[in-house]
């Protein structure tokens, strides 16, 4: 992996979890506006729009770089709408980073791979 498929992929990591949050905080203001008079859902609404834009604009440059098939941007992508999904994101995309680094130091120091 190189350094610049290594930072789109880092850089959506980055924004995985906090989307995810903002997500879940967006939902626990929701609830707290219909049972309470609590009402934060237009400021929560507008953090998590912007790291859900943020979200898929790092998505959209790591597919390409890395060179994702279709099916795995399409995963990403799900994940981000689900509640929680960006956690899991951020986990999968942390061991892609992981797997890719040791494979490019395997093939700098030219071990081959079985």
Known sequence: MDIKTAT????????SA????SFLLLLVCSVLKRT????AVPVMGAVHGILFLLYVAFLLDAWIKAKWS???ALLYFVLSVLP??????ERRLRREVENGV???RARREGVVEA
Do not use: K, M, Q
């Not at 929680?84 to 994101?89: D, I, N, Q, R």
């Open 102 to 104: 040791i494979a490019a």
């Open 84 to 89: 929680a999904g960006g956690f899991f994101a």
């Open 18 to 21: 906090p989307e995810a949050v």
């Open 36 to 39: 309470t008079e609590f009402n």
């Open 8 to 15: 789109a992929v880092r850089r959506l990591r980055l924004v």
């Open 70 to 72: 279709v099916g795995t």
